[in-house]
């Protein structure tokens, strides 16, 4: 345990937003060269105690309490003194590399910003002074030139203009909300390494915001843990992950290295039958008579899933997973190979197959954006019935929808309501429920809990393997993250670059990867400690020699 | 950008040839014979085929839209049927000053619209916004030839500033301007009252995008942020309309023009309809789709003048 000279000190803090409590009673300190890590679920006040510290409230907010900085108060400090602070002491990371950037500007000019609104640098040195600083965060000027935009460059590389914008005055505190969430493990491990590089270089203060644990436990010298706007439990990572005195603690612990409990497989019949897949996209031409040329997004793929399988599809942005999974889908011709499912063909002569079909359903990512806001939840469900040939009516639909809707575990009167009446956890529900409506064989899950809180993720991948176990129900589970994958999958399909590089069961994969690409996948992917003695965390023991 | 600025241009060709197609055929065949309504309702036949013969309207159709076309080409708009005079020369007269009326107006418009826009956005839900808010919800609602007529009632008849109508030419063309003026703030008000409306609501947008919280990040201040990143991305919607906008100047004005007796193209088209004036109708409409796709030209360069990722989409 480190005690440095608080550099940050933030101490009663309470935000109410129009008589609500955002923040209660908040306080954290922060020393120079020291990395704190603030968790908790969404809306735990994470962000609201970062926006508080950078002076960035909404304006209808009322904040009181203290925040300091290097003893100079913050709260309550003049607009024109916090934008002197703000860039030059206090630099600040966000969670969307995609659309933190302006897209008219120019990287260089983004960056020369920072340093030309606090110094009196003249253009040119404050260019060069950018470029350094772009070099330093890993994108030296002559691979990714000054001159670029924000759309040219992949969202590992904006991220690391937004951190170059960030400490380009090498400030005292660094603030990073939720730095690597929206990128893939392995631009996620290289984001966290570039952070402790500069932490330790500079003797910069690290506030990092995560919901997800694993990030920060081996780079947080101390964690926070949030809940509903107060601090429950803060202290050494290393105590506080032995200890764990704070019962929300351990929920949050358990919920983040849940494991659901899988019936076993066992039949060996074939459900769904992949076989030298490949799909190419047009790609739009150069000049006006360039040949037409082709991308191969997808390449001859083929994998079996038997009945009753868990199936994980996992590889990162741009793999070709969302092209394989519209062709299993049967929403896009393939060029080569074929598919079935229970021998049939899901894409014949020109368009889906409907008998097919409706053995297959899905369940996407987003519960906001999956359901139109102006239909009842009644009608949202019961939408896949299009696909039946003489669709249930009166009182049959009635009892099929009050089925689907127990099974997911809400109720039969929840048909009545509208989907902005139900939580994030509880729309994924009612995605569940509407793939379950017309009994499928099979359902395809999309990156369906990669948008949900921890302890909501854990309830809903219960709820998967309780359904696949009562309805003998196969799936294809799709994502980019490794431990869900692991905690829901009997087989696993590791996909790089439009084709599966490995595959076999989930447990010998991730104990034994044999491709180097699985390999570096995994070791990149941040792994729960394994302090607490009651968790049955041998695999953590032995995969995570750190 | 050349790549992007060349593709623009074909595609404005096609829509030109697409338009003389789309323009002759509806004219021909429009009720109403020119020769026929000419000559009156007791003609005898013969002298009707003479009369047709003589205007060229006895060739076959497509004989006729190729001249037509191949003249405009070189900037023969043929004779008029009533006036028997050349159309090109009708033509120039009437945009010397629907042209500059229309520049006019849109300046006007875009003055009062940008800063009206911008104050309304950066002071959203205070007394300046709800200010702006209803002056432009009258602005809308009340029609232009209304206002043009306030404006005369005011400015001409009441303080004598303005003449209330009439063109004096632009041999002076302080006085042209002048004469101008009252025609083009009745047209620039009800467009400027949208084009503040769509300023504020783009700039509202933008401004709760997530590049502006950087920009605050970095230090600097709610006004900064919003001049140095929020104004150009909030640029492309008001590009849009400022584009309709103009369109809709060059050829809409034609009230305006009755209130202010101003000899302009929409007056022309006017008379040319009632009087079966064909060609005169077909080449006027012809240059208003002309300038109106000239006009959504400009505006998808400046479009990709703005944003960095048209330019890279081609």
């Not at chain 1, 369940?363 to 939840?377: A, E, I, K, L, T």
Request: charged content about 20%; aromatic content about 6%.
């Amino acid at each position: 345990m480190t005690q440095a000279p608080a550099l940050l000190e933030i101490s009663n803090l309470s935000v109410e937003i129009r008589g609500k409590h955002i923040l209660r009673d908040v306080s954290l300190s922060i020393g120079a060269g020291e990395i704190v890590a603030l968790t908790g679920e969404s809306g735990s006040g994470k962000s609201m105690t970062a926006f508080a510290t950078m002076g960035l409230l909404p304006q209808i907010a009322s904040a009181r309490g203290g925040i300091a900085l290097s003893g100079e108060p913050l709260l309550g400090q003049s607009e024109k003194r916090l934008c002197e602070i703000r860039g030059e002491q206090i630099g600040m990371i966000f969670q969307e590399p995609m659309t933190a950037l302006n897209p008219v500007q120019t990287i260089g000019r983004q960056v020369t910003e920072t340093i030309r609104i606090h110094t009196a640098m003249p253009q040119n040195k404050a260019e060069q002074r950018a470029a350094e600083v772009l070099t330093r965060v890993g994108l030296p000027p002559d691979a990714v030139p000054l001159g670029r935009y924000p759309h040219e460059l992949s969202g590992g590389q904006r991220q690391r203009v937004v951190i170059a914008m960030a400490i380009a005055l090498r400030p005292a505190l660094l603030i990073a909300d939720e730095p690597t969430t929206a990128l893939d493990v392995t631009t996620q491990a290289q984001i966290l390494d570039l952070l402790q590089k500069l932490v330790r270089e500079d003797g910069m203060a690290l506030m990092m915001i995560t919901h997800d644990l694993a990030v920060v436990s081996d780079m947080a010298d101390r964690i926070a843990v949030m809940n509903n706007g107060e601090i429950v439990e803060q202290g050494p990572t290393r105590t506080l992950f032995s200890e764990m005195r704070h019962p929300y603690t351990r929920a949050l612990f358990e919920a983040s290295t849940h494991k659901a409990d899988l019936a076993e497989v066992d039949t060996d019949e074939t459900l769904l039958s992949v076989h030298g897949v490949s799909r190419d996209y047009p790609v739009r031409r150069t000049g006006l008579f360039t040949p037409k040329r082709m991308f191969r997004a997808v390449k001859s793929v083929s994998f079996d899933i038997n009945r009753g399988e868990r199936v994980g599809l996992v590889g990162e942005s741009g793999c070709g997973k969302s092209t394989l999974t519209r062709a299993i889908l049967g929403l896009e011709p393939v060029q080569e190979g074929t598919i079935t499912l229970d021998g049939q063909p899901v894409f014949s002569q020109g368009h889906p197959d409907l008998s097919v079909r409706r053995k297959i359903q899905v369940v996407f990512q987003d519960p906001y954006g999956s359901f139109n806001p102006r239909h009842r939840v009644e009608r949202l469900i019961t939408e896949p019935f299009y696909l039946l040939d003489s669709p249930p009516n009166g009182a049959e639909r009635e009892r099929a929808v009050a089925e689907a809707l127990e099974a997911v575990g809400l109720n039969a009167t929840d048909a009545d309501k509208y989907i902005h009446a139900f939580s994030g956890g509880q729309r994924q529900r009612i995605a569940i429920a509407r793939a379950l409506i017309i009994k499928p064989e099979i359902i395809v899950f999309d990156e369906a809990v990669s948008a949900l809180d921890v302890r909501v993720r854990a309830q809903i991948l219960d709820l998967m393997a309780q359904l696949s176990r009562d309805y003998g129900l196969t799936y294809l589970f799709i994502s980019h993250d490794l431990s869900v994958v692991r905690s829901i999958t009997d087989r696993v399909l590791v996909m790089q670059a439009g084709e599966i590089v490995e595959q076999g069961e989930t447990e010998q994969i991730f104990e034994n990867p044999a491709h180097p690409y699985t390999q570096s996948l995994i070791a990149a992917a941040p792994q729960m400690p394994n302090y607490d003695p009651t968790s049955k965390g041998d695999r953590d023991a032995s995969s995570n020699p750190n | 950008m050349l790549r992007y600025a060349l593709k623009r241009l074909t595609s404005l060709a096609v829509s030109l040839l697409i338009a003389s197609v789309v323009i002759f055929v509806v004219v021909e065949i429009a009720p109403g014979d020119p020769a026929s309504f000419m000559l009156g309702i007791n003609a005898q036949p013969d002298t009707i085929a003479a009369l047709r013969a003589e205007l060229g309207l006895d060739v076959p159709k497509f004989q006729r839209y190729l001249d037509w076309v191949g003249g405009m080409l070189v900037g023969d708009f043929g004779t008029s049927y009533t006036y028997r005079t050349e159309v090109s020369g009708m033509i120039a007269d009437r945009l010397w000053i629907s042209l500059p009326l229309a520049i006019y107006a849109l300046m006007i418009s875009t003055l009062i619209a940008f800063p009206a826009g911008i104050i309304a956005a950066s002071r959203r839900g205070r007394p300046a916004d709800i200010g702006v808010m209803g002056a432009t919800q009258l602005g809308v609602a009340i029609p232009n030839f209304w206002f043009a007529m306030l404006l005369v009632l005011l400015f001409a008849i009441k303080l004598r500033w303005f003449s209330a109508g009439g063109f004096p030419g632009w041999e002076s063309p302080a006085e042209a301007i002048k004469a101008l003026t009252l025609p083009a703030i009745a047209l620039a008000l009800p467009q400027a009252a949208i084009l503040a409306r769509v300023m504020r609501s783009s700039l509202i947008d933008i401004l709760g995008e997530d590049f502006i919280r950087t920009a605050r990040a970095k230090g600097l201040s709610r006004r900064q942020a919003l001049w140095r990143h929020g104004l150009r991305n909030a640029l492309i919607p008001v590009l849009t309309i400022i584009g309709l906008q103009f369109s809709f100047l060059i050829a809409g004005a034609i009230i305006i023009e009755q209130v202010f007796f101003l000899p302009g193209l929409g007056r022309l088209i006017f008379q040319a309809i009632t009087q079966r004036d064909l060609i005169v109708v077909e080449s006027v409409v012809m240059l208003l789709v002309f300038a109106v796709i000239i006009v959504n030209f400009m505006v998808d360069l400046a479009y990709a003048a703005v944003d960095p990722r048209l330019r890279a989409r081609t």
